[in-house]
């Protein structure tokens, strides 16, 4: 049950704690994961700062942890970071990236990240997998002794992975997806929503949701002719509620900047054109 308040143990080695913020952009709210036991517990994602959640998750641990460690910076994910590091005396881990308005810029690691980097516990190891793409200081983590990835926003369950032009890269997201297929990965520990049990057939549908949305971008144009993202929106996702347009349109103009790069688009004015209708 996803139950904010309340600890749920996914196995010897995790627990889980949800965050009091949901809405239609993070589902029941933000997963928080406990990895470990004793002195050497990883608080990952600890989530939007929040008294209770960040009173819950001290308590969960006996006040003891080793380290707050971060998927990524946005709001939802990583400003209770340095309220817990203060108060715990632990160091945070993570990556950062350039103000887009959209970042927690209180979150200043101690521990920059880099690609298959490893964090160590007593019986637990994380290995750090850069996956750019929902935004490009995202790192996913393999618990490996359980073939378990905790996969921040670049997997989620039941809500939709939105792509925030600069910072975020639909072409990067797309490669990223794939690239966990390179990992002995079994589960997804996402950061909304349930634990999704098949990596693989996870990977394989988001990939082919993205290219077939991707096709319903091109054939959009192709209906419209040259259009801004306000009337292009209306058609390519049409299957959505309008009330989340705005938000589609955030990943559909990453769609057409991965289309204009790969010179099958053009823009001139905030105009979009197919360069094959």
Known sequence: MLTPGVVHTLSDRVRRLVAPNPGPMTGPG???????????????DPGPAIDSHIDTIIEACDGKASQVVCTHTHPDHSPAAAILAQRLKVPMIGAVTADDRHQDLTFKPEELLNDADLIHGDDWTLRAI????????????????EGLVFAGDHIMNGSTVVIVPPGGSMQAYIASLRKLLDYDVSAVAPGHGEVIPDCRGEVEKLVRHRLMREHKVMS???????????????????????????????????????LQSEGSVSVQHDVWAALDS
């Open 30 to 44: 933000t997963n928080t994961y406990l990895i470990g036991g004793g002195s050497h517990v990883a608080i990952l």
């Open 130 to 145: 850069a996956t750019p793409g929902h935004v490009d200081n995202h790192f996913c983590y393999l618990l490996q002794e």
């Open 220 to 258: 959009g144009l192709r209906k419209t002719g040259p259009a801004t993202l306000d009337a292009l929106v209306v058609v390519v996702y049409d299957d959505v509620d309008p009330a989340l347009h705005e938000w589609a349109k955030l990943s559909m103009l990453a769609h057409l900047i991965k």
